[in-house]
């Protein structure tokens, strides 16, 4: 059947009713009521306290990862004197790590509506002409490309990474901190340039003073939504987020609510090894002929090398340490109750008695990111730094690291190595 000829132009009647188009550097193109100096004020001063929360434990997190203490460690070896802050990681309180990550990725979640209602209630500037009035205004328009720019990739690179499970590995990393320090750049400019008017226009129940409100729209359509009902909307929104995102810090019936990580549902594991497990042994290409009867462990030092097989390991002096597993991805374990032969007794062996040094780990694993790590002095140091042959009370479990895993208070689990060959310790 032949089709009916559409007529390609408008009915009259309706194109009547059309406004006169206009471009978006016409500030009338805009017309949502709900824009204005309060609104973006407010949601600046949620995004100021906000993003320094997140910039700060994104710091404290490359930190923690002994970057400078050998290459294995630094995902960002060209980083140059953006590494001027680093220090060494303390191993206490043990569960600072779960406290700083657990903050970053879940304040970052939380954040994602705060961001995209703030850019909304500014997005008219975008268009304004003339680009630039004068160089200090040039400047900070400069100044905003870096800021937006530089937030939505680093939101977008954290995202990927926490929902899709080291989508970039490798690059990841390097990606996420230089985006970090570009966001920075504009962050801080921004602030100076804007804080002073955000407090002002709080400060005076939300009219500039001195001025028009420039953000608002100057032909606004009819509200279906007051301001105050946008900004609850916002906050809802996030709290939406937060109630189904920060159950990855926790276990039981806790990261059941998490319904939005990858997390999120029951522990993997059985009995004594039912938590939350990274890399399987499978995923990696360890073997229960790798694992079995034939393994040793290999520590070396000034004593020279020396081998041990878990049965050998077990006969020695074993502690137990009640630590977390805490990822960068964010998600975390409560306390597992660890037993093994501390890092520091493994040292005395070496050859170091008094004080035991720096180690670095190898594992049996052949290929992948996290097979080697290494750790610093005072995590060897630590009495509950072990080198772990159960948990929970049962022999480690394979996806768990058997026959032996690291395990150090207050680490990222980047550092936690699982299926352990060999020990090296010294200055690194
Ligand atoms: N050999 C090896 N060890 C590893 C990893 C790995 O990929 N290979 N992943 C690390 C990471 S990123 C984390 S978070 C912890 C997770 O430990 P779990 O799987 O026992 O929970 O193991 C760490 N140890
Ligand atoms: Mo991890």
């Given at each position: 059947m032949p089709e009916r000829r559409r007529t390609p132009t408008l009915p009259a009647r309706l194109t009547a009713r059309l406004p006169a188009l206009r471009t978006p550097a016409d500030p009338g193109c805009w017309r949502s009521p709900v824009r204005g100096a309060r609104f973006t004020a407010v949601l600046g001063v949620v995004l100021l306290a906000g993003l320094t929360v997140l910039f700060v434990t994104g710091l404290l997190s490359y930190a923690a990862y002994n970057p400078d203490l050998d290459p294995v460690n630094d995902k960002t070896p060209g980083k140059g004197w953006l590494g001027f802050y680093l220090f060494a990681w303390p191993t206490g309180p043990h569960?600072?790590?779960?406290?700083?990550?657990?903050?970053?990725?879940?304040?970052?979640?939380?954040?994602?509506?705060?961001?995209?209602?703030?850019?909304?209630?500014?997005?008219?500037?975008?268009?304004?002409?003339?680009?630039?009035?004068?160089?200090?205004?040039?400047?900070?328009?400069?100044?905003?490309?870096?800021?937006?720019?530089?937030?939505?990739?680093?939101?977008?690179?954290?995202?990927?990474?926490?929902?899709?499970?080291?989508?970039?590995?490798?690059?990841?990393?390097?990606?996420?901190?230089?985006?970090?320090?570009?966001?920075?750049?504009?962050?801080?400019?921004?602030?100076?340039?804007?804080?002073?008017?955000?407090?002002?226009?709080?400060?005076?129940?939300?009219?500039?003073?001195?001025?028009?409100?420039?953000l608002a729209a100057p032909d606004p359509l009819p509200a279906t939504l007051s301001r105050r009902g946008a900004l609850v909307m916002v906050g809802a929104g996030s709290l939406l987020l937060l109630v189904t995102s920060a159950g990855r810090s926790f276990d039981g019936p806790l990261r059941?609510?998490?319904?939005?990580?990858?997390?999120?549902?029951?522990?993997?594991?059985?009995?004594?090894?039912?938590?939350?497990?990274?890399?399987?042994?499978?995923?990696?290409?360890?073997?229960?002929?790798?694992?079995?009867?034939?393994?040793?462990?290999?520590?070396?030092?000034?004593?020279?090398?020396?081998?041990?097989?878990?049965?050998g390991l077990l006969a020695m002096e074993q502690h137990t340490a009640a630590l977390p597993i805490a990822c960068v991805e964010g998600w975390s374990t409560s306390d597992q109750l660890w037993r093994g032969v501390r890092l520091s007794d493994l040292a005395a062996l070496a050859g170091y008695p008094d004080r035991p040094p720096a180690v670095f780990v190898e594992s049996l694993q052949r290929s992948g990111s996290f097979r080697k790590a290494a750790?610093?002095?005072?995590?060897?140091?630590?009495?509950?730094?072990?080198?772990?042959?159960?948990?929970?009370?049962?022999?480690?479990?394979?996806?768990?690291?058997?026959?032996?895993?690291?395990?150090?208070?207050?680490?990222?689990?980047v550092l936690n190595t699982k299926w352990v060959e060999t020990l090296t310790f010294g200055e690194l």
């Open positions: 569960w600072l790590y779960r406290l700083t990550q657990g903050l970053h990725v879940t304040v970052g979640v939380v954040l994602v509506p705060v961001l995209l209602a703030k850019l909304w209630s500014v997005v008219p500037r975008l268009f304004a002409l003339p680009p630039a009035r004068s160089v200090g205004h040039a400047l900070e328009r400069l100044s905003l490309l870096l800021l937006v720019g530089g937030a939505l990739f680093e939101f977008l690179t954290g995202l990927l990474n926490i929902q899709l499970d080291y989508l970039f590995p490798g690059s990841f990393y390097a990606l996420h901190f230089y985006g970090a320090w570009v966001f920075l750049a504009g962050f801080v400019t921004h602030v100076a340039l804007k804080l002073p008017r955000a407090v002002r226009v709080l400060r005076s129940g939300g009219i500039p003073r001195g001025g028009p409100d420039t059941r609510t998490a319904l939005l990580t990858p997390r999120g549902g029951t522990e993997q594991g059985q009995g004594a090894n039912a938590f939350q497990v990274n890399k399987t042994a499978a995923a990696v290409g360890i073997t229960p002929a790798d694992t079995g009867e034939r393994w040793l462990l290999t520590v070396r030092g000034p004593a020279g090398e020396l081998r041990f097989s878990r049965a750790l610093r002095d005072n995590q060897v140091r630590d009495g509950r730094s072990l080198l772990a042959l159960e948990v929970n009370g049962a022999p480690l479990s394979p996806d768990h690291g058997y026959p032996a895993r690291i395990i150090v208070p207050a680490a990222p689990g």
